[in-house]
T-cell receptor, first 112, second 117 residues
Framework: SQKIEQNSEALNIQEGKTATLTCNYT??????LQWYRQDPGRGPVFLLL?????KEKRKERLKVTFDTTLKQSLFHITASQPADSATYLC???????????FGQGTTLQVKP | DTAVSQTPKYLVTQMGNDKSIKCEQN?????MYWYKQDSKKFLKIMFS???????INETVPNRFSPKSPDKAHLNLHINSLELGDSAVYFC????????????????FGAGSRLTVL
């Protein structure tokens, strides 16, 4: 069956460290993968998109990798700050209708 | 101006009632969606409309009926509400719906929390 898995346990790290979140998928062949941030009581906000032919994408302190052999994407936040504390969702496109399937998200807590 | 706005933000109602949630986007996007986020935070797609045409219709009870009067609006009507319908419902829009990956980046509304008693 098709699955997208993110670590459901919260990730706690110290301010200034690099946070690394994982998104694994099975029985999908996505052309691209997206990462979103969701704060409590708000809708998800788009952060980054990476295509299947891209190994890595960067935006300021954010970096995403995409390994189609391992069927895995890693999301890194360098020099993390308490303001980075949120839930991070990965999403991939299923089929040609543009349907985005989301993982359950990983909650990141950055402690000062 | 809010890009994707949905009303109401909170809705508390009794089992068996009928309720509607409205959504409007001012981004000029062609595609709109309804997602449901349950208590475990899973975000599941329910429906998608592209230029007023239904293109995604997941396995959702037919008590849920979306309506898109124009491409800027997508409303969700729910009949005979059940306890299990309690969730946060998110409206979203994107420039397009297929092909170009950039067309499928979603802008979400703030969510409508539905509580069925």
């Amino acid at each position: 069956s098709q699955k997208i898995e993110q670590n459901s346990e919260a990730l706690n790290i110290q301010e200034g460290k690099t946070a690394t979140l994982t998104c694994n998928y099975t029985n999908y062949s996505p052309a691209y993968l997206q990462w979103y941030r969701q704060d409590p009581g708000r809708g998800p906000v788009f952060l980054l998109l990476i295509r299947e032919n891209e190994k890595e994408k960067r935006k300021e302190r954010l970096k995403v990798t995409f390994d189609t052999t391992l069927k895995q994407s890693l999301f890194h936040i360098t020099a993390s700050q308490p303001a980075d504390s949120a839930t991070y969702l990965c999403a991939l496109c299923s089929g040609n209708t543009g349907k985005l399937i989301f993982g359950q998200g990983t909650t990141l807590q950055v402690k000062p | 101006d809010t890009a994707v706005s949905q009303t109401p933000k909170y809705l508390v109602t009794q089992m068996g009632n009928d309720k509607s949630i409205k959504c409007e986007q001012n981004l000029g996007h062609d595609t709109m969606y309804w997602y449901k986020q349950d208590s475990k935070k899973f975000l599941k797609i329910m429906f998608s409309y592209n230029n007023k045409e239904l293109i995604i219709n997941e396995t959702v009870p037919n008590r849920f009926s979306p309506k898109s009067p124009d491409k800027a609006h997508l409303n969700l009507h729910i009949n005979s509400l059940e306890l299990g319908d309690s969730a946060v419902y998110f409206c979203a829009s994107s420039p397009g719906s297929r092909g170009d990956s950039g067309a499928n980046v979603l802008t979400f509304g703030a969510g409508s929390r539905l509580t069925v008693l």
